[in-house]
């Protein structure tokens, strides 16, 4: 009997970790609107390429918005197995700061991405460039167009993983929701995730700062908290400990005008600690910077977001250290975003990530509606919800067979 047919359409992160999992038991051909592979995966190789991270179970999984939708697949294929995976692939790792999982030194992100394809190559998957998929017919097949000819096509199995709205330039437009629209499959409008957030800097401090970074810092709102660097850049703010904060500043910004985060510049001291530090002392504002050991930003932005009464009083600078409110007028564009949410609604999706409209047709990566903070969280859903439905694929196959 001929193996059965699976069509995986999108060339990413998931794309391929679908393709990885189905090409010893199916017919696997991918379809790829661009001309090549993984490109978004190049672009996450050009900064800190985290692959994984090395925290797992309960810990892992409350990384992740929907976690309730995403743990049959994070325990499936969890950080441990994608490190296994890769180190089988010839791809060695290893754990940096906060537990984050990089390519062993030297090992450049083309060179990762090779030999995942290496493999699928050797496994006869058969690869469709320049193939976009642009709707489903009258009888719900997936329709894609090359060069202006429209090819219908017929599978067994279909997966999509067409990943999210940001960095068009790497193929992932999510123009694709008018398609599934059509069909009456529900999906949410994109919204930047892990970005950066805006906040109207006057003219001379962005001048003098504008791509200064902030280390140490403690960025909170609500009952959320994040230690780690904040970057000062022309438009507002970026970096590790704010990206983190997105989620709850896009939850905080829904009908209104401004939202403010809560900046604390020693957050290895107490309060009291603080004003500890002006009993006996005669502390004088022209001398915070050496009392407080601080630096000439931190000492700009105090002086930005404080009032006069409370920068003239040690006592209450003291306690406006550890509470800077910074107001955020709203977050970067979708396309600048590492991430997105939105996309096809959750509400969509089987357990496995088929489509329950259709359980032949599977949704797989960003493309769904889920959010996790940077620190490899992201590839690691990507390819957790990939190998979940390539494994849910071989499973019906047995079933059908016997
Ligand atoms: C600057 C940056 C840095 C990042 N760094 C990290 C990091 O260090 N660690 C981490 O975990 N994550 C990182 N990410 C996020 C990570 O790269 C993505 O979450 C992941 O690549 C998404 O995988 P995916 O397969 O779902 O989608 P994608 O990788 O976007 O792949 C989707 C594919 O589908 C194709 N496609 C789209 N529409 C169609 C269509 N209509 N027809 C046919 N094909 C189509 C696209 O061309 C693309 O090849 C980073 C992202 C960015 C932008």
Redesign the pocket.
């Known amino acids: 009997m001929s193996p059965e047919k699976v069509v995986i359409?999108?060339?990413?992160?998931?794309?391929l970790m679908a393709a990885e999992v189905l090409c010893e038991t199916h017919e696997v051909h991918i379809?790829?609107?661009?001309k090549a592979?993984?490109?978004?995966?190049l672009?996450?190789g050009?900064?800190?390429?985290?692959?994984?991270n090395a925290i797992y179970g309960e810990e892992l999984y409350a990384k992740y918005q929907a976690p309730s939708f995403l743990q049959t697949a994070l325990s499936g294929f969890d950080t441990k197995a994608c490190r296994q995976w890769l180190a089988k692939l010839g791809i060695p790792t290893y754990t940096g700061t906060s537990g984050r999982i990089f390519p062993e030194k030297g090992m450049k992100p083309i060179q990762v991405l090779q030999k995942i394809t290496d493999r699928l190559h050797q496994q006869n998957v058969q690869f469709h460039f320049q193939?976009?998929?642009?709707s489903f017919n009258e009888n719900k097949q997936v329709v894609?167009q090359c060069r202006q000819q429209e090819i219908t096509l017929s599978a067994d199995y279909i997966v999509f993983?067409?990943?999210?709205a940001?960095?068009s330039v790497?193929?992932?437009?999510g123009?694709?929701t008018n398609a599934f629209n059509k069909t009456g499959i529900k999906t949410k409008p994109f919204q930047a995730s892990n970005c950066g957030v805006n906040v109207a800097w006057p003219e001379e401090f962005k001048s003098a700062y504008a791509g200064s970074p902030l280390k140490n810092m403690q960025v909170s709102i609500n009952d959320f908290s994040m230690k780690g660097e904040v970057l000062i850049t022309e438009y507002g703010l970026e970096g590790n400990a704010i990206y983190p904060a997105v989620p709850e500043i896009r939850e905080a910004l829904k009908g209104k005008q401004t939202v403010y985060i809560q900046l604390d510049v020693k957050p290895q001291n107490t309060t009291d600690q603080l004003l500890d530090k002006l009993k006996g002392k005669n502390v004088q504002p022209k001398n915070y910077k050496y009392d407080f050991k601080l630096n000439a930003l931190q000492l700009a932005l105090l002086k930005l977001y404080t009032t006069k009464e409370n920068y003239l009083s040690p006592e209450l600078f003291c306690r406006q250290l550890k509470n800077i409110q910074i107001p955020i007028t709203s977050l970067r564009p979708v396309e600048e975003?590492?991430?997105t949410v939105g996309g096809i609604d959750t509400s969509e999706i089987n357990p496995d990530f088929s489509l329950k409209a259709d359980p032949k047709i599977y949704i797989?990566?960003?493309?769904l509606d889920w959010d996790a903070p940077?620190?490899?969280?992201?590839?690691?859903g990507?390819f957790a919800t990939a190998y979940c439905a390539g494994k849910s694929i071989i499973a019906a196959t047995k079933f059908t067979k016997l």
Request: aromatic letters at 12%; hydrophobic letters at 40%.
């Open positions: 359409i999108g060339g990413g992160a998931a794309g379809y790829e609107k661009g592979l993984g490109r978004k995966f672009v996450a050009k900064g800190g390429f985290n692959l994984t193939h976009e998929f642009v894609v993983a067409l990943g999210g940001s960095w790497t193929g992932s437009d123009t694709w975003a590492i991430s797989v990566g960003e493309m940077t620190g490899g969280f992201l590839l690691q990507c």
